[in-house]
């Protein structure tokens, strides 16, 4: 076996935190609200949740034992434990599929962190007090039309993220996280505060928690399950990479339900802020993806001290924007290190530069080339639509039935800290309700 690491979470509080990093980021604060919101509020949120606790909570798991095991990147970890127990060296193309996807998904994850900060500066001089419907939507689409200014603040996102990573585990990327979720969920829990106080809370808990079964479509489940994989971060190989950090005895069955329902709180207490604050405000909750950054904005501009509130909703935005997009970066940087034995500053270096130019098809997928169109998406839309739909239930799907039939049942019961009943949960969804779930859902979606 090559390529094993020698960097090592510091503590366990350490190793939460970052994977409730990597689950929580603008899946949970930017795509789960305009996603109920156009999926039929309650009857998506019903789905998501089953989603969550049949798919998401496994596959978390999938991933945490596979990377411990393979102690490497998330290519080399599926392909070394597949040869140690005799199995093709082409299992490793599992972790490929994760690998791909968390690149594709910083390619418009950077641009979308880039209209939050461009949001920031906006609300630091006070453009966004005062706003109408047409001023704000006229600063959104303003925004979209500058292509030069949405590639000052990707470029910004992007560098971040360098910055943090190209240092050591303990003092970049786990620091970071220790400071950044915190302060996330203080700012989350006043932006709930303050939509209970001065919104319309009621209305929003209805709308979140009153499903309408008849809503239930095959394309309403698609949506749900494919942001139930976007929101926790499964089958992009993010929990595997950092699963390979852990050298502690750890139960990894609890460890991937902590964090599912850290991650699910979140954006529920995220979606019940949002609501209520709109429906106060008697705005319409299906706006889509503009929600945050046309609505919100909104209601903001004719609430006291709005400007206020929405800089510091904006913050949180981006600090939940750069906890996922750590682990993004993570994932290919670790995969490059080993692919082709580069140090890490030229690993950050050469990846971080070949996101940001793909990542331009984003930002100009528009203005300059929004009528490029594949299958009737915008170049963003396709992205957007191929990892949540596809590759990352198929990179879930893959780590989940490798775990679950190919790798030894006494490395399995050892990796839940030997809890028979939790150890057995998983074992049955692993190699039955999970994977039948997800070809259903591909099915469902033909």
């Known amino acids: 076996m090559q390529h094993k690491n020698t960097s090592f979470w510091s503590s366990n509080l350490g190793f939460t935190l970052a994977c409730v990093g990597a689950a929580v980021g603008l899946g949970n604060i930017w795509k789960f609200p305009y996603m109920a919101g156009t999926q039929g509020g309650g009857a998506f949120v019903f789905v998501y949740l089953v989603t969550i606790f049949a798919i998401a909570i496994p596959v978390a798991a999938a991933e945490l034992l596979v990377g411990r095991k393979g102690q490497s990147d998330a290519v080399s970890s599926v392909r070394d434990i597949a040869l140690e127990n005799k199995r093709p060296a082409a299992f490793g193309l599992i972790g490929g599929i994760g690998v791909f996807g968390s690149f594709i998904l910083l390619t418009f994850y950077a641009v979308i962190a880039g209209w939050v900060s461009s949001y920031i500066w906006r609300a630091l001089s006070g453009q966004i007090g005062g706003l109408d419907v047409a001023g704000a939507n006229a600063m959104f689409s303003n925004l979209l039309a500058a292509p030069n200014e949405m590639i000052a603040h990707q470029f910004a996102f992007l560098l971040f993220l360098g910055l943090i990573l190209v240092r050591q585990l303990s003092a970049g990327l786990e620091r970071a996280n220790l400071i950044l979720m915190p302060a996330l969920v203080i700012m989350l829990i006043f932006i709930a505060l303050y939509g209970a106080i001065a919104g319309d809370i009621g209305a929003s808990l209805a709308y979140l928690f009153t499903p309408d079964f008849s809503k239930i479509t095959p394309a309403v489940i698609q ?8 929101s926790v971060g499964v089958g992009a190989a993010m929990l595997m ?14 460890a991937a339900i902590t964090i599912a329902l850290a991650d699910t709180a979140i954006a529920i207490l995220a979606g019940i802020g949002i609501f209520a604050i709109v429906f106060g405000q008697s705005l319409d909750p299906s706006a889509g993806p503009g929600l ?3 609505t919100l904005p909104l209601a903001f501009g004719q609430m006291p001290f709005g400007s206020l509130l929405g800089l510091v909703f904006f913050v949180l935005v981006y600090f939940a924007a750069l906890t996922s997009g750590l682990s993004l970066a993570e994932v290919i940087f670790r995969w490059a290190e080993n692919r082709f034995g580069w140090s890490r500053k030229r690993a950050v270096y050469v990846m971080l530069g070949a996101v940001f130019l793909v990542g331009l098809s984003t930002v100009f997928s528009f203005n300059i080339w929004a009528d490029v169109k594949l299958a009737g998406r915008t170049l963003f839309d396709t992205k957007d639509y191929l990892v949540t ?17 190919v790798m030894p049942i006494d490395d399995l019961k050892q990796a839940f800290g030997n809890d028979g009943r939790l150890f057995s949960a998983w074992l049955y969804a692993g190699r039955f309700l999970a994977p039948l779930g997800i070809l259903w859902i591909f099915w469902a979606g033909l």
């Open 389 to 405: 739909a596809y590759i990352m239930p198929i990179g879930g799907l893959g780590v989940i039935v490798f775990a679950a039939w």
């Open 292 to 294: 945050i950054f046309t």
């Open 241 to 254: 990479t950092y699963g390979a950090y852990l050298d502690k005895s750890i139960n990894l069955g609890q």
């Open 223 to 230: 949506s749900a399950v494919g942001q139930g994989f976007f």
